[in-house]
């Protein structure tokens, strides 16, 4: 069955470091995002991505966040400046289109900790 | 304004009780969406079921049912015979129907820890 992937599954960095996460959605579909949960905590939205531009972003995507589709493949979340708050577990997801009712497909996530 | 409120934070079961959790959502939508995912000790989260604000009708897949209840804004989920296999967090989300187009997000429940013990 296709599967979101994402890489790394752990990363531990120094704050002030830059750190790229990076993810394979489902080859067909058309719309990526990224969700973000600090542990213990509940999923929350970041930013969605359709058509090589951002379609929706959270207050939480401040001018730190990036996301940028460099090739047919990869989706990838850059934070330019880490801070202690940004630990949490990454989660990018992806669906066929952007219709409310389509089904979101998350990746295993990629736990990222600020040090 | 869109919210989904799990009120259990944590339940604790023996294997083969049967459990519900509790979903209760608010949205001024006539056309929403709502979702449960699990997910499991390793971190990953799974889709379990869709349901459009449109279909009341209940739904069972194995031992798994979902109770959809407009009137009161709930959807809960049942798990029956419950398994040690079973333990995890299960969140509640929600999508409202009059973001269509580029503009779709879930909006998501706190969770509910679910520990089902041999």
């Known amino acids: 069955e296709p599967e979101v992937t994402q890489t790394p599954s752990h990363q531990v960095t120094q704050m002030g470091q830059e750190v790229i996460l990076r993810c394979v959605p489902i080859s067909n579909h058309l719309y990526f995002y990224w969700y973000r949960q600090i542990l213990g905590q509940k999923v929350e939205f970041l930013v969605s991505?359709?058509?090589?531009?951002?379609?929706?972003k959270s207050e939480i995507f401040d001018d730190q966040f990036s996301v940028e589709r460099p090739d047919g493949s990869n989706f990838t979340l850059k934070i330019r400046s880490t801070k202690l708050e940004d630990s949490a577990m990454y989660f990018c997801?992806?669906?066929?289109?952007?219709?409310?009712?389509?089904?979101?497909?998350f990746g295993e996530g990629s736990w990222l900790t600020v040090v | 304004a869109q919210k989904v409120t799990q009120a259990q934070t944590e339940i604790s079961v023996v294997e083969k009780e049967d459990v519900t959790l509790d979903c209760v959502y608010e949205?001024?939508?006539?056309?929403?969406?709502l979702f449960w995912y699990k997910q499991p000790p390793s971190g990953e989260l799974v889709f379990l079921i869709r349901?459009?604000?449109?279909d009341e009708q209940n739904e069972i897949s194995g031992r798994y049912s979902w109770n959809f209840q407009k009137s009161t804004s709930s959807f809960n989920f049942t798990i029956t015979a419950s398994q040690v296999v079973d333990s995890a967090v299960y969140f509640c989300?929600?999508?409202?129907?009059?973001?269509?187009?580029?503009?779709?997000?879930?909006?998501w429940g706190l969770g509910t820890s679910l520990a089902v013990n041999p």
């Open positions: 949205t001024r939508d006539t056309t929403y969406y």
């Open positions: 989300a929600l999508s409202e129907g009059s973001n269509a187009g580029n503009n779709r997000k879930l909006i």
């Open positions: 349901r459009n604000s449109f």
């Open positions: 997801a992806s669906s066929t289109t952007a219709n409310s009712g389509n089904t979101i497909y």
């Open positions: 991505f359709y058509n090589n531009e951002i379609s929706e």
